[in-house]
């Protein structure tokens, strides 16, 4: 299956045709999607009455720099801020955890966009794509960050996608841009950077995202496109049943598969459920590649997104004007 990239704030002709593919499960939307709250939730609605099938649309709302709406959204800081309140006072820092993740989720939910893949459980490092995404460079600091947040979003009626497996946060290079290759063994991984994707397991998570980093003591592939990492490690020795999303595959660090179809195949054989096109141009592409692979998109169906109040419900709503007014005071932001 493939989530799809559209190209402005309105579908034109040819994507409304793209969202008839049997493949398409759904869409990716970005900063060049948004207007304003009620034209995202239109291109919403018009992506789910173009589809003959019920489409899974997505969004990167992380909050700080990866913040994709921002006007009439609340200002979240990035992951980083709330890890850094930690050593003061843990159950404080894990309560702005979760109050974040419930304002992110309630505010996506209403404007009728499923899923925000959240949230980065990757160690804070210094990487160059990670960087202020992460909560803290310790392990099990991010741990109950991640069970905190994975709470939080379950309670908006968002599913949780932990990203980016099997840790993109002790590298330096941004797989956006560059290669990255992590060299060492998986006893050093599970040790340190698998420690918060076993801890958002138990907590519920739905689904998982992969990293386009290389780890060759483990496999000489990027973990995407590594059956040994998304079938031995993380459904086998994790014991993870949800959903396995691929990063982006117009990303430079997944060229190494080959062209558009070979990284399509590469993810879809590695045991990836979802590859990510969210380039517009290599839609076409992609979808050509689909042609003789049977597509299951009811497999998405749990995570689309529950109880949904619309913008005028949500407003209405005392928990988001309360928590929404703590949260902000409590990290020093503009109510």
């Known amino acids: 299956m493939l989530l799809i990239g559209v190209a402005g704030t309105e579908l034109t002709a040819q994507e409304r045709e793209w969202l008839q593919h049997d493949a398409v499960a759904g869409v990716v939307l970005f900063k060049r999607n948004f207007a304003s709250r009620q034209q995202i939730a239109a291109l919403s609605a018009a992506i789910r009455e173009a589809a003959p099938r019920p489409q899974l ?32 006072d843990p159950q404080a820092a894990l309560a702005a955890a979760e109050q974040h993740a419930w304002l992110m989720a309630s505010e996506v939910r209403a404007s009728g966009v499923d899923l925000s893949f959240a949230p980065v459980v990757d160690l ?31 309670s908006a009626g968002m599913a949780a996608t ?34 918060p994707f076993v801890a958002g397991i138990a907590a519920g998570a739905d689904a998982v995202m992969m990293a386009h980093v290389i780890y060759p003591q483990v496999a000489p592939e990027p973990a995407g496109y590594s059956r040994r990492w998304v079938q031995d490690i993380l459904r086998g ?42 380039h517009p141009e290599l839609v076409d592409d ?32 005392a928990r988001h004007g309360d928590t929404r007014t703590r949260f902000l005071e409590s990290s020093g932001r503009t109510v």
């Open 237 to 278: 020795q994790l014991g993870f049943r949800g959903v396995v999303f691929s990063d982006d595959i117009g990303m430079a660090a997944s060229f190494s598969a080959g062209g558009v179809k070979a990284r399509v195949d590469a993810h879809l054989d590695a045991g990836c459920d979802v590859v990510l096109v969210c």
């Open 162 to 195: 932990l990203k980016h497996f099997p840790g993109h946060g002790s590298v330096l290079e941004d797989t956006h841009v560059d290669t990255a290759i992590d060299p060492r063994g998986l006893d050093e991984l599970q040790a340190r950077d698998l420690v």
């Open 124 to 154: 804070g490092h210094g990487n160059r794509a990670i960087g202020d995404r992460a909560f803290s460079e310790d392990p099990q600091v991010v741990a109950a960050f991640t069970a905190a947040y994975v709470r939080g979003m379950h």
């Open 286 to 317: 992609a979808l050509q590649a689909m042609q003789h692979r049977t597509s299951n998109t009811a497999a998405l169906l749990g995570l689309i997104g529950r109880g949904a109040l619309g913008w005028d419900g949500l407003l209405a709503d």
């Open 57 to 88: 649309i997505c969004v990167d709302q992380e909050g700080g720099r990866v913040q994709r709406f921002r006007e009439g959204f609340t200002d979240l800081p990035p992951l980083q801020q709330l890890g850094l309140g930690y050593a003061q």
